[in-house]
C-alpha cells in the first residue's frame, strides 16, 4: 500500500501579502495621525472606524460636504524617482480645496493605499506626507485602509484615495445666488502643476529624452527634473478660510484642476453669466512654457489642460477686491487679478490678449 505525504501548509504571506508588515505599518503612522488632532478628533488608528465630534465644533446649522480623489499618474513619477515624501500632500489637497470651494472648513480625511508588495518605509513616506497634508488644512486624519494586492499592481507600484468631510454653516454655503456683472476674479498662484494632467507630462518627458535626475529644463530651485514636477499640489484651505471668517465678501471659489480655467470656472456661473480673462494678467511658471513648447499644443488646449500657474479663483464684488486680495497675500498667496464677470449666455470663460 503506498502512501502519499500531504502538502505543506499555504498561507497568507506565501500568496504575498505579509499581515505582519502591515501591522507594523499601523504602529508607524501612529503618531503621525496623532499630530493631526483637532477640536472633534482626538486621533487613534486601530478602531473599526473614526470618530468626529461635530458638535465640539461649535456649529449651529451645519451642512456637511464631502469629497474624495486621487492623485492620477503623478505618483507614476514618484514611484520611478524614489520619492515619496510629498505625494500625500497631493491626495490631501485635492479633497480639501475641493471642500473649500464650498465655503467648507475641512474636519477629517481618511486615505486608502494599495500596493502589489507593502514597502513598509515606502508607505511611511507616503503616510507622512498625507500627516503633512491633513496638518496644514487644519484636518484630522482619523483613519484610512492599506491593501497589499499582489496580481494586481506591480510589486513596486503603488495608488492613493483620499477621502475628507468638512462642515459650513447652512447660510454661507458657497457659491452665492448674487454674483453679478463687474465682479472681479482673483486667481491664486499655484505650487506648479499640482495633480492634473501628468499623462500627457510623462509622454512628453519620455518623448525629450529627459531623466528623472536630470535638471530641469527650465527655471527652478530643484536640481532633478522629478523633483520640480513633484511639487505638492499648494493647498489654500487656511487662507481661504481666514478670508471667510473675518468676514470678507467671496462670492464664489473654484479649485483649477482637470479642466483648467476653461473648464472649472464656469462650474460656479449662474446662467447668463461669463468669466472674461486676461491672459496678460499673470506669468505663467517656467514648466508650464516647457510643456506647451514640447507639445506643441495651442493657448486654447493648454488652458483646458494644466491650470498654467492658477490654482484657486475667488469671485467678488468690485468694491471688496483690494482688501480680499491684500488679506490673501497676508495670509501668504500670491494673488493676479484676472477679470471680471460678464453677461454672456455662453456661461463660459473668454480670453482676453
Given at each position: 500500500m503506498s502512501s502519499s505525504k500531504s502538502p505543506p501548509p499555504t498561507t497568507y504571506a506565501?500568496?504575498?501579502?505579509?499581515?505582519?508588515a502591515g501591522n507594523a505599518l499601523v504602529k508607524d503612522i501612529g503618531p503621525l495621525a496623532k499630530r493631526t488632532s483637532r477640536t472633534g478628533a482626538d486621533v487613534a488608528l486601530g478602531g473599526f472606524g473614526?470618530?468626529?465630534?461635530?458638535?465640539?465644533?461649535?456649529?449651529?446649522?451645519?451642512?456637511?460636504?464631502?469629497?474624495?480623489?486621487?492623485?492620477?499618474?503623478?505618483?507614476?513619477?514618484a514611484i520611478e524617482a524614489g520619492l515619496h515624501s510629498t505625494i500625500g500632500i497631493d491626495l490631501v489637497a485635492m479633497c480639501v480645496n475641493d471642500l473649500v470651494v464650498q465655503g467648507a472648513e475641512p474636519l477629517f480625511f481618511l486615505d486608502y493605499y494599495a500596493t502589489g508588495k507593502l514597502d513598509r518605509e515606502t508607505a511611511r513616506q507616503v503616510i507622512a506626507g498625507i500627516s503633512?497634508?491633513?496638518?496644514?488644512?487644519?484636518?484630522a486624519l482619523i483613519g484610512g485602509e492599506t491593501a497589499e494586492m499582489p496580481g494586481l499592481y506591480a510589486q513596486d507600484d503603488y495608488d492613493l484615495a483620499g477621502f475628507s468631510v468638512g462642515a459650513v454653516e447652512r447660510d454661507a454655503v458657497l457659491p452665492r445666488a448674487d454674483i453679478?456683472?463687474?465682479?472681479?476674479?482673483?486667481?491664486?498662484?499655484?505650487?506648479?502643476?499640482?495633480?492634473?494632467?501628468?499623462?500627457?507630462?510623462?509622454r512628453l518627458v519620455s518623448q525629450s529624452g529627459k531623466a528623472?535626475?536630470?535638471?530641469p529644463p527650465f527655471a527652478s530651485e530643484h536640481t532633478s527634473l522629478?523633483?520640480?514636477?513633484?511639487?505638492?499640489?499648494?493647498?489654500?484651505?487656511?487662507?481661504?478660510?481666514?478670508?471667510?471668517?473675518?468676514?470678507?465678501?467671496?462670492?464664489?471659489?473654484?479649485?483649477?484642476t482637470g479642466g483648467g480655467l476653461t473648464e472649472n470656472i464656469p462650474r460656479v456661473l449662474p446662467d447668463g453669466k461669463a468669466a472674461r480673462i486676461k491672459l496678460s494678467s499673470w506669468q505663467r511658471p517656467g514648466v508650464f512654457q516647457w510643456l506647451q513648447q514640447e507639445s506643441g499644443i495651442n493657448d486654447a488646449e493648454m488652458l483646458?489642460?494644466?491650470?498654467?500657474?492658477?490654482?484657486?479663483?475667488?469671485?467678488?464684488?468690485?468694491?471688496a477686491a483690494d482688501e480680499l486680495q491684500a488679506h490673501l497675500e497676508q495670509c501668504g498667496e500670491s494673488v493676479s487679478r484676472l477679470g471680471h464677470i460678464t453677461d454672456d449666455a455662453s456661461q463660459e470663460v473668454i480670453y482676453d490678449a
Open positions: 506565501d500568496s504575498g501579502v505579509d499581515i505582519d473614526g470618530l468626529f465630534d461635530l458638535k465640539a465644533c461649535g456649529f449651529k446649522d451645519p451642512v456637511l460636504v464631502a469629497c474624495n480623489d486621487g492623485v492620477g499618474t503623478k505618483v507614476k513619477i503633512d497634508g491633513c496638518v496644514e488644512a487644519g484636518c453679478a456683472v463687474g465682479d472681479v476674479i482673483l486667481g491664486l498662484a499655484s505650487n506648479g502643476i499640482h495633480s492634473n494632467g501628468y499623462s500627457l507630462v510623462r528623472w535626475d536630470d535638471a522629478a523633483a520640480d514636477l513633484l511639487r505638492p499640489t499648494r493647498i489654500y484651505v487656511k487662507s481661504v478660510l481666514s478670508a471667510l471668517r473675518d468676514g470678507l465678501a467671496i462670492k464664489a471659489l473654484a479649485h483649477i483646458k489642460t494644466f491650470n498654467c500657474g492658477i490654482g484657486m479663483v475667488v469671485v467678488c464684488s468690485a468694491d
